[in-house]
């Protein structure tokens, strides 16, 4: 009789796909049902909680919702270190589809609307995620945002004092001002790194500079960083104070849950997106949807500012649309008359 050969090999990793503090991530196949499937891969002496090494998949597994990436198996990879199998997404993060710049409005919102929906379900589960980013919100095959990596999710973790939480720059920029330890953190930490990640997603990370590192937390305390004045200028005033109360440095006057962030999210309406660009001496806006092909110039020249506004319906040339082309106004006025036409178009107010 032939005897059937065992295979000691549990995954065919292809691709790293991204490292971190906790260990790497890769492209892989499940060797037994030839599955495709993202595995972490956390070095024994990078996991938390040394007596429960399968800590993180079980809070994965207590979280599943369709809004957050869903674990399918864990285990010991080898004498080293365990894996963590999870669904492969092959959108990626929404960190990769950023790349730094803002992404459309309207998609925005429907991402941070599904952010908030896994992290509700988490945190009726008392699982608080604590490092909500762009790079740990990954795009499911129907667009859906579903959050990822919880490995800060841990009940217990409020008695560790990690290092890293002093020395990991893009994980301080985030952290909420109440949090000088993990002990501090809480919902309502979450819910001020939402604000945080959705700020980054309307604006794109030009609008959160660099600071020095030492500088950063009294910065955060004192509402400065980021800069809550600073909004692209299509972006309506609605949605800067629903991000600014998400942001907001007193614990009492943030959103009470993420339920209640969602439901407020829900109701601003935002129809259209607009594309950015910039010019030798100015910027150019342009959008078409349902109010139409809408075009809108800002430019300078001897200190004077001209803004010209057109807009089509259907077929033929752009035509202008005189309430909105002012000649030679100072930069205020400019200012002030190009975001009056940006946030109504975005708004459909116009």
Not at 6 to 33: Q, T
Not at 91 to 110: M, Q, Y
Not at 238 to 254: E, G, I, Y
Request: aromatic share 10%.
């Amino acid at each position: 009789m032939e005897r059937i050969k065992i295979m000691s090999v549990r995954f065919d990793l292809k691709k790293r796909l991204g490292n971190g503090y906790f260990g790497e991530v890769w492209y892989a196949n499940e060797v037994g049902l030839n599955q495709i499937c993202a595995v972490k891969l956390v070095p024994h002496n990078k996991i938390i909680n040394q007596a429960n090494y399968f800590q993180e998949a079980q809070c994965l597994k207590q979280a599943e919702h369709s809004n957050v990436v869903r674990i399918l198996d864990t285990g010991n990879f080898d004498k080293t270190k365990i894996y963590l199998s999870m669904e492969y997404l092959k959108n990626k993060s929404l960190e990769n589809e950023a790349s730094g710049g803002f992404i459309a409005i309207t998609r925005a919102k429907k991402l941070m609307i599904d952010v908030l929906r896994g992290l509700e379900h988490a945190h009726q589960q008392n699982i608080l995620h604590r490092d909500i980013k762009p790079a740990n919100i990954l795009i499911g095959d129907s667009k859906e945002g579903k959050l990822s990596d919880f490995g800060l999710a841990l009940p217990d973790i409020s008695k560790l004092d990690l290092a890293f939480i002093k020395t990991n720059y893009q994980y301080m920029t985030h952290l909420a001002p109440e949090v000088s330890k993990f002990a501090d953190y809480s919902k309502s930490s979450d819910i001020y790194v939402c604000g945080v990640t959705f700020y980054r997603l309307i604006n794109g990370d030009s609008f959160l500079p660099s600071i020095d590192p030492i500088d950063i937390r009294q910065a955060i305390k004192d509402a400065k960083y980021p800069d809550r004045t600073r909004y692209r200028d299509f972006v309506p005033n609605s949605l800067r104070r629903f991000t600014n109360k998400a942001m907001n440095p007193d614990v009492s006057k943030r959103f009470k849950s993420a339920e209640e962030m969602r439901h407020s999210l829900e109701q601003i309406g935002l129809v259209s997106n607009w594309n950015e660009s910039f010019l030798p001496n100015g910027m150019y806006w342009s959008t078409s949807g349902t109010l139409g092909v809408i075009t809108v110039k800002k430019t300078e020249n001897c200190g004077l500012w001209t803004i010209l506004a057109k807009k089509r319906k259907h077929r033929g040339p752009l035509k202008r649309i005189t309430k909105y082309c002012k000649n030679k106004i100072n930069r205020k006025e400019a200012d002030s008359l190009t975001k009056e036409i940006l946030q109504k178009v975005v708004q459909n107010r116009l």
